[in-house]
């Protein structure tokens, strides 16, 4: 068949570079366009990624553990976010559960006050 009999809409192109999001100090945050997730497998199962576009334009994940997965859950795609390391929980493993904050950005309305987006999730 001719390639000129069909009208073709791009679903997939070369894979954009994805920089890693670390959150090492207490009070780290990230903020970005929430692209959505995905499972990655490696030798122990699978873990998942949160994907966004940062202020910057730039793609970056995060993997997620438990505490941000659930923050996450009712985060849309295209939602802008910001994430935030608020403290560390023991779990009984090697290492504590790092817990985060998840808040949902808002247009302002005119006059409306300064005061930060809402958090929509924070797990402990």
Not at 11 to 34: H, N, P
Not at 75 to 90: A, L
């Amino acid at each position: 068949m001719a390639s000129q009999e069909y009208e073709w809409t791009t679903i997939s192109e070369e894979q954009e570079d994805e920089e890693k999001v670390s959150f090492d100090v207490l009070g780290d945050e990230f903020i970005g366009t929430y692209l959505g997730k995905r499972d990655q497998a490696n030798d122990n199962g699978s873990y998942v990624q949160l994907r966004f576009r940062g202020t910057d334009e730039l793609a970056y994940f995060i993997n997620a553990n438990w505490s941000l997965t659930n923050a996450m859950k009712n985060v849309r795609p295209n939602m802008m976010v910001r994430v935030t390391y608020i403290g560390d929980k023991d779990t009984g493993q090697a290492s504590p559960m790092r817990i985060f904050r998840v808040d949902v950005a808002r247009p302002k309305r005119p006059g409306a006050s300064t005061r930060n987006p809402e958090a929509i999730s924070k797990t402990s």
